[in-house]
C-alpha cells in the first residue's frame, strides 16, 4: 500500500527555474482576446506538428493538469491504474473522487507504464475483487524518473489496455524535453491506438513558468470521444474551474513555438541533460541505483544498496530519508514514497534545477554557456552533491556544513570522467 503522503504537497513539479520570456508576458497581459480564443486552433496545430490530426472539437483546455485529470477521472468514472512509481499529482484528484489509484509495477527498464503481464494481473485482480477500473494514466517521458519508456512496451501496455477495457489517458507534459536533439521524435500512444487514449499536456512543464496553471487535452475522433469531452467539460464547470482569459492567450502564444520559445527550450533540455547525467555518475559513483534520465528536469535515485549505512543514520524509510538527504544537500528530495513507491523504499527524486545557480539571472546564464557544468555555481552544486552521496557509501557522519568533496569521491568522479564525453551507461534497474 502507497503512504498517505503519496500525491501531497511537498513534491512540485520540475521547474526551469527561468523567468517567463517576453513573448508570452505581453500575450499575459494582453487579456482576454483573439489570442485567447484561439487556444483550441494553437493545441490543434501543435499536436500535428507531432502527428496528431485534431479538431477544435476534440480539445479542452483547464488551469492546469490536476484540474483535467479530475475532471476526466470523474467523467470516466470507476477507479484508476497508474504506473509504480508515478507523477505525485496523479494520485489526488483520484482519491477526491472517492476512488482508488492502484499501482501496477513498471518495467525494470523505464518508468512510464506498466508492465503489460502485471496490469492484466492487476485488472483480474481488482474486478475479482469488486473494483472498477476504467482508467490507466502512463507518460511519454516520466516524472519521476526522467526516462522514456520503449515503443515496444508502450505498444504491449496499449494492447492490454484495449484488451481490457481501459481508457488510456497520456501525459506528454514532459514530451518536448528530451536531452538529446538528435533523439527520435517520441511516438503519442494517440498514434498506436487512437480510440481510446485521450492526450494531457500540463504547459508548465516546458512552455510556460510553473506558476502559470494552463493544460490542453485531446480527445479520440468520434462519438465515445465526444461523449467523453462532454462529460469532462460538465465536470470542469462543475469544479468552477475555467481557464482565465490571460492564461488562455500566454497558453495559445507558448503553443505556437515562437522561436524565442523553441530556442530557449533547446537549451534547457541541454542544460538539464548535462546535469541529470552528471548527477547520475555521482550516484552510480556512490553505489546507488538510478536509470539514466533521457528527459525532464530529474533523476530518480534508489538508495536501497546504501541501506546499511543509511540505517546506522537513523533512515530507515523515504520519509527519512527525504529529511535526512534534504538536509544535508540544502534543496528538497522528495522521497519516493510521494510518487507511489513504497515507504520502505529508500528512493528520492533529485531535481537537476537545483543544481543550477541560485539566481534567475545566473540560470539564465547557464543556457549559453558551452561548457554549463563548468560554471561555478554548478560545479560547486555538483561537487556538494557527490561529496554527500559518497559520504553516505563511506558511512562517514558529516554534518550539513561538511561539503567538501572526499579524496574517494573525487577519484571515482575522476575515472568516470570519460562519461561525460557520451559512454554509454547500462540501463540499471531502481526497483
Same mark, same amino acid.
Given at each position: 500500500?502507497?503512504?498517505?503522503?503519496?500525491?501531497?504537497?511537498? +513534491?512540485?513539479?520540475?521547474?526551469?527555474?527561468?523567468?517567463?520570456? %517576453?513573448?508570452?508576458?505581453?500575450?499575459?497581459?494582453?487579456?482576454?482576446?483573439?489570442? /485567447?480564443?484561439?487556444? %483550441?486552433? /494553437?493545441?490543434?496545430?501543435?499536436?500535428?506538428?507531432?502527428?496528431?490530426?485534431?479538431?477544435?472539437?476534440?480539445?479542452?483546455?483547464?488551469? *492546469?493538469?490536476?484540474?483535467?485529470?479530475?475532471?476526466?477521472?470523474?467523467?470516466?468514472?470507476?477507479?484508476?491504474?497508474?504506473?509504480?512509481?508515478?507523477?505525485?499529482?496523479?494520485?489526488?484528484?483520484?482519491?477526491? !473522487?472517492?476512488?482508488?489509484?492502484?499501482?501496477? =509495477? +513498471?518495467?525494470?527498464?523505464?518508468?512510464?507504464?506498466?508492465?503489460?503481464?502485471?496490469?492484466?494481473?492487476?485488472?483480474?485482480?481488482?474486478?475479482?475483487?469488486?473494483?472498477?477500473?476504467?482508467?490507466?494514466?502512463?507518460? &511519454?517521458?516520466?516524472?519521476?524518473?526522467?526516462?522514456? #519508456?520503449?515503443?515496444?512496451?508502450?505498444?504491449?501496455?496499449?494492447?492490454?489496455?484495449?484488451?481490457?477495457?481501459?481508457?488510456?489517458?497520456?501525459?506528454?507534459?514532459?514530451?518536448?524535453?528530451?536531452?538529446? #536533439?538528435? /533523439?527520435?521524435?517520441?511516438?503519442?500512444?494517440?498514434?498506436?491506438?487512437?480510440?481510446?487514449?485521450?492526450?494531457?499536456?500540463?504547459?508548465? *512543464?516546458?512552455?510556460?513558468?510553473?506558476?502559470?496553471?494552463?493544460?490542453?487535452?485531446?480527445?479520440?475522433?468520434?462519438?465515445?470521444?465526444?461523449?467523453? @469531452?462532454?462529460?469532462?467539460?460538465?465536470?470542469?464547470?462543475?469544479?468552477?474551474?475555467?481557464?482565465?482569459? =490571460?492564461?488562455?492567450?500566454?497558453?495559445?502564444?507558448? !503553443?505556437?513555438?515562437?522561436?524565442?520559445?523553441?530556442?530557449?527550450?533547446?537549451?534547457?533540455?541541454?542544460?538539464?541533460?548535462?546535469? $541529470?547525467?552528471?548527477?547520475?555518475?555521482?550516484?552510480?559513483?556512490?553505489?546507488?541505483?538510478?536509470?539514466?534520465?533521457?528527459?525532464?528536469?530529474?533523476?530518480? &535515485?534508489?538508495?536501497?544498496?546504501?541501506?546499511? =549505512?543509511?540505517?546506522?543514520?537513523?533512515?530507515?524509510?523515504?520519509?527519512?530519508?527525504?529529511?535526512?538527504?534534504?538536509?544535508?544537500?540544502?534543496?528538497?528530495?522528495?522521497?519516493?514514497?510521494?510518487?507511489?513507491?513504497?515507504?520502505? $523504499?529508500?528512493? &528520492?527524486? &533529485?531535481?537537476?534545477?537545483?543544481?543550477?545557480?541560485?539566481?534567475?539571472? *545566473?540560470?539564465?546564464?547557464? !543556457?549559453?554557456?558551452?561548457?554549463?557544468?563548468?560554471?561555478?555555481?554548478?560545479?560547486?552544486?555538483?561537487?556538494?552533491?557527490?561529496?554527500?552521496?559518497? +559520504?553516505?557509501?563511506?558511512?562517514?557522519?558529516?554534518?550539513?556544513?561538511?561539503?567538501?568533496?572526499?579524496?574517494?569521491?573525487?577519484?571515482?568522479?575522476?575515472?568516470?570522467?570519460?562519461?561525460?564525453?557520451?559512454?554509454?551507461?547500462? @540501463?540499471?534497474?531502481?526497483?
Amino acid at each position: 500500500m502507497a503512504d498517505p503522503s503519496y500525491g501531497r504537497p511537498g +513534491a512540485p513539479s520540475p521547474d526551469s527555474g527561468l523567468p517567463a520570456l %517576453p513573448g508570452l508576458i505581453a500575450a499575459l497581459g494582453a487579456g482576454p482576446s483573439r489570442a /485567447a480564443a484561439g487556444l %483550441p486552433t /494553437a493545441a490543434c496545430d501543435y499536436w500535428a506538428r507531432r502527428g496528431l490530426t485534431t479538431a477544435p472539437a476534440q480539445t479542452v483546455a483547464a488551469p *492546469g493538469g490536476p484540474a483535467l485529470l479530475l475532471a476526466l477521472a470523474a467523467a470516466t468514472g470507476g477507479d484508476v491504474l497508474v504506473p509504480r512509481p508515478c507523477a505525485a499529482w496523479w494520485a489526488p484528484g483520484v482519491r477526491l !473522487l472517492g476512488r482508488t489509484a492502484y499501482p501496477v =509495477p +513498471a518495467p525494470a527498464e523505464s518508468g512510464g507504464v506498466p508492465d503489460p503481464y502485471a496490469l492484466l494481473e492487476t485488472v483480474r485482480r481488482v474486478r475479482a475483487e469488486g473494483g472498477d477500473p476504467r482508467l490507466l494514466i502512463v507518460s &511519454v517521458a516520466d516524472d519521476p524518473t526522467g526516462t522514456l #519508456p520503449e515503443p515496444e512496451a508502450l505498444d504491449e501496455v496499449l494492447r492490454a489496455a484495449a484488451d481490457t477495457g481501459l481508457t488510456v489517458l497520456s501525459d506528454e507534459t514532459w514530451r518536448d524535453t528530451v536531452h538529446d #536533439p538528435a /533523439a527520435p521524435a517520441l511516438l503519442s500512444p494517440a498514434a498506436i491506438h487512437p480510440e481510446g487514449v485521450v492526450v494531457l499536456t500540463d504547459l508548465a *512543464g516546458a512552455f510556460l513558468p510553473a506558476d502559470w496553471p494552463a493544460a490542453v487535452a485531446r480527445f479520440p475522433a468520434g462519438a465515445a470521444g465526444a461523449a467523453l @469531452r462532454e462529460h469532462t467539460l460538465d465536470a470542469l464547470s462543475a469544479q468552477g474551474a475555467p481557464l482565465a482569459g =490571460p492564461l488562455a492567450a500566454a497558453a495559445a502564444h507558448a !503553443l505556437t513555438e515562437p522561436a524565442e520559445a523553441t530556442s530557449r527550450l533547446r537549451a534547457v533540455n541541454r542544460t538539464h541533460g548535462a546535469l $541529470a547525467r552528471a548527477a547520475h555518475r555521482a550516484v552510480r559513483a556512490a553505489g546507488a541505483l538510478a536509470l539514466p534520465p533521457r528527459a525532464g528536469r530529474c533523476l530518480y &535515485v534508489d538508495l536501497e544498496p546504501l541501506r546499511a =549505512p543509511l540505517a546506522a543514520r537513523g533512515v530507515a524509510d523515504a520519509r527519512d530519508l527525504e529529511l535526512h538527504l534534504g538536509e544535508r544537500l540544502g534543496m528538497p528530495v522528495p522521497g519516493g514514497h510521494r510518487f507511489g513507491d513504497e515507504l520502505t $523504499a529508500l528512493r &528520492v527524486r &533529485v531535481s537537476t534545477a537545483s543544481l543550477l545557480r541560485s539566481t534567475r539571472e *545566473g540560470r539564465a546564464a547557464s !543556457l549559453t554557456a558551452s561548457e554549463p557544468l563548468e560554471l561555478p555555481g554548478a560545479d560547486r552544486a555538483l561537487s556538494m552533491f557527490a561529496a554527500v552521496f559518497d +559520504a553516505l557509501a563511506a558511512g562517514e557522519g558529516a554534518e550539513p556544513g561538511e561539503r567538501a568533496v572526499t579524496q574517494a569521491g573525487a577519484e571515482a568522479r575522476a575515472a568516470d570522467s570519460d562519461a561525460r564525453g557520451g559512454r554509454a551507461h547500462r @540501463r540499471e534497474p531502481h526497483r
